[in-house]
């Protein structure tokens, strides 16, 4: 992993330093939004938000993925400073295609773990290590991370990021992402609720 460059990018909670990296051996690219200044003596408030062209982009309404993306932002802007990696790994890494392939399955009643399987996919096909070459590079080294999902934070530590504490990501249901969100709870292990 190694930086190619950083910017400015204004948004709607304010200005933040976009960093682009590129994978050495894929050329794949992922990038780092940073919002003020990053203290290594504070465990900084962190997201890594896996890529959702349907839901970041497009407004979809089947997940949470656009919701979680707007509050994280929300939330590093209000704590001051913060980082946000955008993880390029789209539909837990099985690539856009594969996902609407995905949604079909999910159509005609399977669920959001049901559908991959049936593609020939684990529930999860995401690999956080390259997050952690992130963390490194932007020399942070503790994190208070926004997610509900422990095996985000287990992958993450089992990578070498050091997370303090993990912080909730609760965002409002609706009736299309209801089923979607009751199946990440029972199958996936994800906290959905504040009080967990």
């Not at 465990?43 to 938000?49: D, F, I, K, N």
């Not at 392939?101 to 559908?115: E, H, P, S």
């Not at 009736?175 to 009751?182: C, I, V």
């Amino acid at each position: 992993m190694r930086l190619i460059e950083k910017a400015i990018l204004p948004t709607p909670w304010g200005n933040f330093f976009i960093f682009g990296f590129e994978e050495k051996k894929s050329g794949k690219n992922h990038v780092a939004l940073v919002y003020g200044n990053i203290k290594k003596s504070t465990p900084t408030l962190s997201r890594v938000h896996s890529e959702c062209l349907t839901g970041d982009a497009l407004f979809s309404l089947r997940c949470d993925c656009g919701s979680q993306l707007e509050m994280s932002m929300e939330r590093i802007s209000q704590e001051g400073s913060g980082v946000l990696i955008y993880h390029r790994q789209e539909g837990r890494n099985i690539g856009l295609l594969n996902k609407i392939r995905a949604y079909a399955l999910q159509d005609r009643g399977l669920d959001t773990v049901q559908a991959n399987q049936k593609l020939g996919f684990s529930a999860d096909e995401r690999d956080f290590s390259l997050c952690a070459k992130i963390f490194n590079l932007l020399n942070i080294k503790k994190i208070r991370l926004l997610t509900n999902n422990p095996f985000k934070v287990q992958m993450l530590i089992n990578a070498g990021i050091n997370i303090i504490e993990r912080v909730p990501l609760i965002v409002e249901k609706n009736s299309k992402n209801a089923y979607y969100l009751k199946t990440k709870a029972e199958k996936m292990g994800h906290l959905l609720s504040e009080e967990i």
